[in-house]
């Protein structure tokens, strides 16, 4: 299994930026899927970000699309989320996610505990 650490988050104010980082260990890294999900007060959990075992494949969802940059060191067994132009409506629980498969079908195996983000007016 692997184990996954967020890192990063914080209060900031809109327009701001910050990156996020997931320290991943107890497997080889590059045998994973990366993912990013958030899940704001109220709200079911949705997916942010995900990029390919290499790191040469990403994909967004619509609102963070422009703003946000996945990224991943597979040297250092980590993954990032650059989010830029930051919104109040970003505000929620970060959470990093790791998959054995390439099918977007199966959900993700394993999940960390997650980074609050809080972007005020």
């Known amino acids: 299994q692997v184990q996954l650490l967020e890192s990063g988050g914080g209060l900031v104010q809109a327009g701001d930026s910050l990156r996020l980082s997931c320290a991943a260990s107890?497997?080889?890294?590059?045998?994973?899927?990366m993912g990013w999900f958030r899940q704001a007060p109220g709200k079911e959990r949705e997916f942010v970000a995900r990029?390919?075992?290499?790191?040469?494949?990403?994909f967004y969802a619509d609102p963070v699309k422009g703003r946000f940059t996945i990224s991943r060191d597979n040297a250092k067994n980590t993954v990032y989320l650059q989010m830029n132009s930051l919104k109040p409506e970003d505000t929620a629980v970060y959470s990093c996610?790791?998959?054995?498969?390439?099918?977007?079908?199966?959900?993700?195996?394993?999940w960390g505990q997650g980074t609050q983000v809080t972007v005020s007016s």
């Open positions: 107890g497997r080889a890294f590059t045998i994973f899927v």
């Open positions: 990029i390919s075992r290499s790191g040469s494949r990403t």
């Open positions: 996610a790791a998959r054995y498969s390439d099918s977007d079908v199966g959900g993700y195996d394993y």
